[in-house]
């Protein structure tokens, strides 16, 4: 899920994924609107890609009841320790990343999901090609992905804080994603061969008790990648910024922070049109 000097699988540690875990309810809240569209049944067999400490997977397999099957996959090693508290005899998971689902025969799964997974993904197009391979015909994808033309609320105080701290021309090092528009999205989806897409983007609403809340989430959720590459002390004088800047976003009920995720869903075509030529 990265590409040299973007983002680093690496810099994960097992604390991050505990803090990634304790923090995973507003990622599962939004994971859930994934899953009604995906009109999962009981006996569906589904692949979780990047299903961090699976909170969500566990969820899905009590949809699909004792005769399915799921499955979740995160590169996280620390991740993946954590979310196979969770398994039983009809969730499992492992280690593996959405390029490489080799291990997966053709027409495997009823459903396929990733959620807030997608804006991580470097090479896009040979993660929905592996997922059309896996899928049965007819079987169902549901993703969410962070939008470039409408960056999360926390990012863009974020920009402003490495700008007020005095390191604009770095901004670009904070919390990288690889986000897809709606056009980029669907052009994607049909490369792959998938049909019926449809997306909208959808605003999400966090209340933070304070900014170390929103701080831990931010780091937590990109696996060390946030500020990763600003010093110690560059990074003290960037968080104090932020907190400013977020501070000013307190209400009765808390911080109020605003999040943006594309929706996308679409479908394996039950059979392939075969046009001869005469």
């Given at each position: 899920?990265?590409t ?41 067999r ?10 969500l ?57 990733l ?6 993904i470097?090479d ?5 090609r592996?997922?059309?391979?896996v ?12 939008d470039p033309?409408k ?30 528009t ?12 998938f ?11 966090d ?14 959720s990109?696996f060390g ?6 010093s ?9 910024a932020?907190a ?13 922070l ?21």
């Amino acid at each position: 899920m990265s590409t040299a000097g973007v983002i680093s699988l690496e810099r994960d540690t097992p604390e991050l994924a505990r803090t990634y875990e304790q923090a995973g309810i507003l990622q599962f809240h939004h994971g859930k609107f994934l899953i009604g569209p995906l009109a999962l049944k009981s006996g569906d067999r589904v692949l979780d890609i990047g299903a961090g400490t699976g909170r969500l997977t566990e969820f899905v397999a009590g949809l699909v009841g004792p005769t399915g099957r799921v499955i979740g996959i995160d590169p996280l090693e620390n991740r993946v320790a954590i979310a196979r508290l969770r398994a039983s005899g009809t969730l499992t998971f492992d280690v593996g990343r959405a390029e490489d689902l080799s291990r997966f025969g053709p027409a495997e799964f009823d459903a396929v999901y990733l959620n807030s997974v997608f804006h991580w993904i470097a090479d896009k197009r040979q993660a929905l090609r592996e997922i059309e391979r896996v899928l049965r015909p007819g079987g169902r994808i549901g993703l969410n992905v962070q939008d470039p033309t409408k960056p999360h609320e926390s990012r863009t105080l974020l920009r402003q804080a490495i700008e007020q701290a005095g390191f604009g021309e770095r901004s670009s090092e904070s919390h990288r994603v690889l986000g897809s528009t709606e056009d980029e999205l669907k052009a994607l989806f049909a490369e792959a061969g998938f049909v019926d897409y449809r997306s909208d983007l959808r605003s999400l609403i966090d209340l933070h008790d304070d900014v170390d809340s929103v701080l831990g989430r931010s780091e937590a959720s990109a696996f060390g990648n946030f500020l990763g590459s600003f010093s110690s002390e560059e990074r003290a004088a960037i968080d104090a910024a932020f907190a400013a800047l977020v501070e000013a976003k307190r209400t009765p009920e808390g911080l109020r922070l605003e999040r943006y995720l594309r929706f996308a869903f679409a479908r394996k075509p039950r059979s392939r049109t075969v046009t001869s030529v005469s």
